[in-house]
């Protein structure tokens, strides 16, 4: 180290030199011997307080050193001295000053602001000016001794923190990342399978690169196997190799041993805290030496000599009481947050008020932070002032200490409609929640609302301006709605209370086909139908459209709409979805569009051929024979006369029983054996076999169909009968049984005869079978049984159908 930057490090060096006799050795001191307790104090003026070397970071000018011996081990204290050397931070000669007691507690003026102090104890009458002339004319030994405490300071450092991580079950690897960000050294990771002096063999020559195989103040190498633990271990390498100082160095000290203290023999000797501010000196355990030989053991110390620190807040600081808590702050230039390890006597200022509060304040790992915890003291929610004591001066961290009441979430619950964003399939998506102050939410984790779920993820969350930054009563989870089902999330707290909150991902919402959907007006109800996917999770529908009700399933919903009267014809209007487990209804727009009125059947007319043989009841109509059909119609006209009217389209069908076929015509279209033409406005005349369309008891419809109206209702045409057709009727002279004789009819479809007679009421059933004609199978003969006599000559035969329980009239006569 060059001499202007020892001039730069303040350091403390004590030379103790008393009988080889010692007390057992204090437990503070691992791996080695206990020399005694001191407490080496500063006072910055007469009256002020007394503070231990190491709690302070300057000492200026004019302030007193104190020598205050709590536990001397020596059989000889009475001959021990003391005594103090100065090195002037404006690089002037060393000041040496006056000797006292070593034994009794002892106090010098320190006329400059020193850059370095030694304290050299040995016996009494040692040659002061010997001291005067070696330390005058060694300048050397400035450089010297700054190296020396420099390393002496980082060995007590390392000892001091695994000593205590020892003691209190605190692990080793967070001693030695803290050690490293303290003095800016990088520790390496060690071995847990070597021996503890192993490790503290690579932690030390880490720690001092320059160490070599002997103590600078030792004249032999003894090399100390510990077996205390890794502190322990530390310790006895120290006490066994060179810390630092080169060659040149150690011919000087044994130029102040030969000058000062002849017959002497000097050992390294590093503090541990002890009790009341003391030190424990620590040192190697000396043999018996030889007669008139002395042992001296030198300790030093490095003060930092640092300004106090500028720091303020980060933004704006809220903590809840009642927990332990980090608080960023922001160094002003040339400051840092880790001078702060100097400061003492943290406490809380009510900002506005008297008193104060104690707290624990320790520098954080985090950087540029430091952690309060507030769960060692009881504090009323308020504002504070964060205030510290530096060396003398009472030291300010600027802002302000916002403290709350950690809030309670019971009553948080999600923001109105947040829920409803929860549909399965639409990503990560925000859910907000209410309901508290979530300003101290530190985790939020999800899992499946089910026994045995998995284990919950994390989620992020979103908060308006930050963690611990003022009141913020709503905070953003994102959720991921990749599947439905039943969730719970956890919410922590700052001090790791937890709150749940359970909730729903939705199906995905109902999805309708082929809109707009057509309503007409001049219809008080009319039926509804839509089409879709997941239909039913549908609860209601509504709409201005009119008053709607109806059924849902999976991929339609059936029901009715009563037009509201003022819908006017081209309103489109949307429709309204209350779905299941959503707070707010869907909107679908462009749902329902008005049109005019249905074009209406009004009147059929039927015309059947007069060939039939058989009377047909006036809601019949005969398969196999073409009829004609006159249908008139109603149809919605423009009032604005701008819209040209489409042609009507007429479609046959069966109304109830399966449809063999149907048709859709338009007047003019050409179809085998059918034939459709409008014969004026508002009139078509239709020609077609029913048995085309139906088949027998199949109740034939007819409906209008004009665009864009839609089309008609229904309208019953006739139901279709199969009828027979007689070609021939021929009474025969056979008898059956005492009043009935044979018959024969022949033509086709007689298989639908069930009886026959003369009358419409009193029938004989047929009992064969019609039989086809050779040669043409589509005519058949029938044989029957007739009544006899007849009611009149030439009667007409009567027939019934299958079924049917009255005679109908044919052309036939006997």
């Known amino acids: 180290m060059s001499r202007t930057g020892a001039r730069r490090i303040t350091f403390l060096a004590l030379a103790v030199l008393i009988s080889p006799a010692f007390a057992e050795t204090a437990p503070v001191c691992k791996g080695s011997s206990t020399l005694g307790t001191f407490r080496i104090l500063v006072r910055r003026s007469i009256g002020s307080v007394a503070l231990p070397i190491k709690a302070i970071s300057s000492v200026p000018a004019g302030s007193l050193l104190l020598w205050d011996p709590v536990r001397l081990n020596s059989k000889k204290e009475e001959d021990t001295e003391v005594t103090a050397i100065i090195a002037p931070s404006s690089g002037a000669d060393l000041l040496v000053l006056e000797p006292h007691k070593a034994d009794s507690q002892a106090e010098w003026k320190l006329a400059v602001r020193p850059a370095a102090i030694a304290i050299v104890v040995g016996p009494q009458g040692f040659s002061m000016g010997k001291v005067r002339s070696l330390v005058t004319n060694n300048r050397q030994l400035v450089d010297q001794l700054a190296d020396y405490a420099e390393q002496t300071s980082k060995v007590e450092g390392l000892v001091q923190d695994l000593s205590t991580a020892e003691q209190t079950g605190g692990g080793i690897d967070a001693v030695l990342k803290g050690f490293s960000a303290h003095y800016g050294v990088t520790l390496p990771k060690l071995d847990p399978k070597t021996s503890t002096d192993q490790q503290a063999g690579v932690l030390l020559k880490t720690v001092l690169p320059a160490a070599g195989n002997y103590d600078p103040l030792s004249a032999k190498s003894s090399q100390m196997q510990q077996s205390g633990g890794l502190a322990a271990s530390i310790a006895g390498l120290f006490f066994g190799n060179a810390v630092g100082l080169a060659a040149g160095g150690a011919m000087l000290l044994q130029n102040i041993k ?414 085998a054996g059918v034939e459709l033409s409008e014969a004026a406005s508002g009139m078509l005349f239709l020609s077609i076999d029913p048995a085309m369309v139906g088949y027998p008891a199949c109740l034939l419809t007819a409906a209008i169909e004009i665009e864009p109206e839609g089309r008609s209702d229904l309208f019953p045409i006739g139901r279709i009968v199969r009828v027979p057709r007689f070609d021939q009727f021929t009474l025969t002279n056979e008898q059956i049984g005492p009043a009935a004789f044979a018959g024969i009819l022949k033509g086709r479809d007689l298989d639908v005869i069930e009886r026959t007679g003369w009358d419409d009421h009193n029938g004989v059933r047929v009992e064969s079978v019609p039989t086809p004609v050779p040669g043409d199978p589509v005519k058949q003969t029938l044989r029957v049984a007739l009544p006899w006599p007849a009611p009149v000559p030439h009667a007409p035969l009567f027939v019934w159908l299958r079924g049917e329980n009255e005679g109908r009239r044919t052309s036939a006569v006997y």
Request: net charge neutral; aromatic share 6%; glycine share 8%.
């Open 258 to 671: 030969g000058a000062v203290f002849p017959g002497a023999e000097f050992h390294s000797a590093f503090a541990q805290n002890a009790e009341r501010d003391g030190l424990a000196m620590c040192i190697k355990a000396v043999p018996a030496q030889k007669a008139r030989t002395r042992v001296a053991y030198l300790w030093a110390y490095r003060v930092p000599n640092i300004k106090p620190p500028v720091l303020s807040m980060v933004g704006p600081t809220y903590l809840p009481v009642g927990v332990a808590s980090t608080v960023l702050l922001k160094p002003a230039k040339d400051s840092s947050v880790k001078l702060l390890e100097k400061a003492r006597d943290w406490r809380l200022v009510p900002a506005k008020g008297d008193g104060s509060e104690k707290i624990p304040v320790h520098v954080a790992a985090a950087p540029d932070s430091i952690d309060v915890d507030l769960a060692q003291v009881k504090v009323k929610p308020g504002d504070y002032k964060l205030m510290a004591t530096w060396d003398w001066d009472p030291l300010e961290i600027a802002g302000t200490l916002h403290l709350l009441q950690l809030p309670d979430f019971q009553a948080v619950k999600p923001a109105p409609k947040s829920s409803d964003l929860l549909v399965e399939g639409s990503g990560r998506v925000t859910w907000t929640l209410t309901g508290a102050d979530f300003e101290f939410l530190e985790k939020a984790t999800i899992s499946k609302a089910a026994p045995h779920a998995a284990a919950p993820s994390e989620a992020h969350f979103v908060l308006p301006l930050g963690k611990r930054a003022g009141v913020q009563n709503a905070v953003d989870i994102e959720i991921d709605t990749a599947a439905r089902g039943s969730y719970r999330l956890v919410l922590t707290q700052s001090g790791g209370s937890t709150h749940q909150v359970l909730f729903k991902i939705f199906p995905p919402h109902p999805v309708f086909a082929r809109l707009p959907v057509r309503v007409n007006i001049g219809q008080a109800s009319q039926a509804l139908h839509l089409e879709g996917k997941n239909l039913a999770e549908i609860e209601a529908l509504s709409s201005a459209a009119g008053e709607m009700a109806g059924k849902a399933s999976d991929t339609e919903w059936v029901g009715s709409v009563r037009i509201n009267p003022r819908a006017l014809v081209g309103e489109v209007f949307p429709i309204s979805l209350k779905v299941k487990g959503l707070e707010s209804p869907l909107t679908i727009e462009g749902a329902i569009k008005v049109f005019g009125t249905l074009p209406a059947i009004s009147e059929v007319k039927k015309s059947v051929p007069a060939n039939l043989g058989l009377s047909l009841r006036p809601d019949e109509l005969p398969a196999g024979t073409p009829v004609g059909l006159s249908i008139a119609y109603s149809r919605f006209h423009d009032p604005s006369g701008n819209g040209v009217e489409a042609r009507p389209h007429i479609e046959l069908g069966c109304k109830s029983g399966g449809l063999r076929k149907s048709f859709r015509l338009s007047p003019d279209d050409h179809v």
